[in-house]
């Protein structure tokens, strides 16, 4: 492990101040991932700034009758709490489907979302990965790509985004409440994570000391599930997942939400399926549509061709549930 810095600002924008003033600054808040990556060889940074008790470990009620997550909240709690159960049961199964109960009890809602889309080729740095080294190459390419992306991917990067999280986000319309050295912004999630292109190196839009601060999350009464698939059932990245939200009454679809993981560089909002789904009878051979529609563009490849029809059926499966 590279030496570094460790530096404890008495806030949150005096970190902000801190990181933005130094390229080979970043972060530290539950560090699940950074210190995995810390330890290998993978982050190199010279200096951590730590912002665990810097922001908000709380979960309070917006006016509109939305929940406002601050960005220390431990996944655990926000897993337990009965508001996030009853009224966004797709955000808990998503949480209780990660990682384990010990890692929960550590990561954080600014910090999920911003784990590093990678792969076992990022992870190794004795293998060319453009996540790590722009310009290297994509070892993957070729390679060992069971878990790698299906849709959004580029000829510089195939690798998926891990966090179970960030695809119930997406399916949730929710916000991201971002502190920088410009002051605040707000970033639909939907919109917070890039596609690889010729960049993937960058996996958000966020800039160099951009700080999340908390996690809007808007009303909504919507029934709403998370599946999961994977090899084993602990501690297993998706190979695909389906995080749904559905307004559905007398057999129509009135309004629908759907997201995918396990199958792009970036949780993957399933805009086309939505739209074929809207206004819709709840059918299983629309649902198929719905899901034809939206993997019209994959590009899979002899190792994971397989995640095709296995999202396909676990799309049918999911909106049957919640239609049932």
């Known amino acids: ?22 390229p080979s600054s970043t972060f530290l808040g539950g560090g699940t991932n950074l210190v995995d990556h810390l330890k290998l060889g993978v982050a190199r940074p010279d200096v951590l700034v730590d912002v665990t008790s810097l922001t908000s470990d709380e979960i309070t009620e917006r006016e509109d009758g939305g929940l406002s997550i601050g960005a220390a909240v431990r996944n655990s709690d926000l897993a337990a709490d ?10 808990a199964q998503a949480l209780l489907s990660g990682a384990t109960g010990q890692l929960r009890n550590m990561a954080t809602t600014g910090g999920n979302p911003l784990q590093r889309t990678r792969c076992v080729y990022f992870q190794d740095v004795t293998t060319p990965c453009n996540k790590r080294e722009p310009g290297s190459g994509c070892s993957a390419i070729g390679g060992y790509t069971r878990y790698h992306a299906i849709l959004g991917a580029s000829e510089h990067c195939i690798a998926t985004h891990p966090s179970d999280m960030a695809v119930a986000l997406a399916a949730l319309d929710a916000s991201v409440r971002v502190l920088g050295p410009d002051g605040e912004r707000t970033i639909p999630f939907p919109e917070l994570h890039r596609l690889p292109g010729d960049r993937p190196d960058l996996d958000t839009v966020l800039g160099h000391g951009e700080l999340i601060t908390a996690i809007e999350l808007p009303p909504r009464a919507w029934k709403s599930r998370y599946r999961k698939v994977r090899d084993r059932a602990s501690y ?11 307004d559905v009454a007398d057999g129509i679809v009135r309004d629908v939400r759907l997201a995918f993981g ?3 560089h970036k ?12 206004g819709a009878e709840s059918t299983e051979d629309n649902f198929r549509a719905a899901a034809e529609a939206e993997l019209r563009d994959a590009r899979p490849d002899e190792g994971n061709a397989f995640k095709v029809p296995l999202l396909t059926r676990t799309l049918v499966a999911v909106l049957k549930e919640l239609c049932a």
């Not at 009965?82 to 955000?91: A, D, I, K, N, S």
């Not at 297993?236 to 559905?246: D, G, H, K, M, Q």
């Open 1 to 22: 492990m590279k030496p570094f810095t460790y530096e404890a600002p008495a806030d949150a924008e005096s970190a902000v101040r801190s990181v933005a003033a130094n």
């Open 82 to 91: 009965r508001r996030v159960r009853e009224r966004y049961p797709v955000l």
């Open 236 to 246: 297993a990245f998706a190979l695909v997942s389906v995080a749904a939200a559905v």
């Open 262 to 264: 396990g199958v792009a």
């Open 267 to 278: 949780p993957w909002r399933a805009y086309r399926a939505e739209e074929v789904l809207r």
